[in-house]
């Protein structure tokens, strides 16, 4: 765990003893004023396909203004980027999206969203390098876009969940369904969420966290 924390600490540059730096106002948290209560540095990567809502959920439980990398869409990218399911999305990430989640006094949580689109995936070795884990966000409307992240975190044996994103207009499925449909394996969590409320991701985050202690050697 100490080349985890080490390791997620360092992607932002913070020092695992020290905390996260909070906001000239935002209240101290307890690590702050008592460096025996060092919290637990904990990665984890947000993945999934094109316009799955991997920024919104970031944004939906940072407890920091969170950061974006998000540019308007042109023309150029019309013969690449499928907007079937998507058509009012005029923006996308090209390079991450970041945010903090405090769950406890000595478990911090740091969110990594990665881009969707093929021609940015070679990023990806780099978003996940130290990460416990990932929650790969699926559409029902476009599975078929799942299946890239869930053949990368297979391939490298991190530990992930499937989470599927509600839309609206999406018809809503059973979790087996959806397990069923994607061949994902009996052990790996399945979960219906909304990326929009704060306690559905917090419920999805958790299922990462305890599915990657129980994926952990003793």
């Known amino acids: 765990m100490d080349s985890v924390v080490s390791d997620a ?17 935002e209240p101290l948290q307890p690590w702050q004023t008592d460096r025996t209560r060092a919290p637990i540095a904990t990665k984890i990567v947000i993945a999934g396909g094109f316009g799955a809502g991997k920024t919104t959920l970031v944004g939906t439980v940072s407890e920091i203004e969170p950061l974006q990398t998000e540019a308007l869409m042109t023309e150029a990218s019309e013969e690449t980027d499928d907007l079937t399911g998507t058509p009012e999305k005029i923006t996308t990430t090209v390079a991450m999206d970041y945010g903090r989640l405090t769950l406890d006094d000595d478990l911090v949580l740091y969110l990594f969203g990665t ?18 884990g990932a929650v790969v966000l699926a559409d029902t409307r476009r599975l078929k876009d799942s299946f890239p992240a869930l053949d990368y975190f297979e391939s490298c044996g ?3 969940v499937v989470a599927v994103n509600h839309f609206d207009d999406s018809e809503l499925f059973e979790p087996e369904d959806v397990r ?4 994902i394996s009996p052990h790996i969590p399945v979960m219906i969420m909304d990326a929009r409320r704060r ?13 990657a202690l129980d994926e952990t050697p003793e």
């Not at 069923?180 to 061949?183: H, Q, W």
């Not at 306690?199 to 599915?211: K, R, W």
Request: aromatic share 10%; hydrophobic share 50%; no cysteine.
């Open 9 to 25: 600490a360092a992607s932002f540059g913070v020092s695992p003893l020290a905390g996260p730096v909070t906001g000239p106002d």
């Open 158 to 160: 991190l530990p992930y």
């Open 180 to 183: 069923e449909a994607l061949t």
């Open 199 to 211: 306690i559905s991701v917090i419920e999805t985050l958790l299922a990462l966290v305890g599915h």
């Open 115 to 132: 881009p969707g689109q093929q021609r940015f995936w070679f990023m990806w070795d780099d978003l996940v390098r130290g990460a416990i």
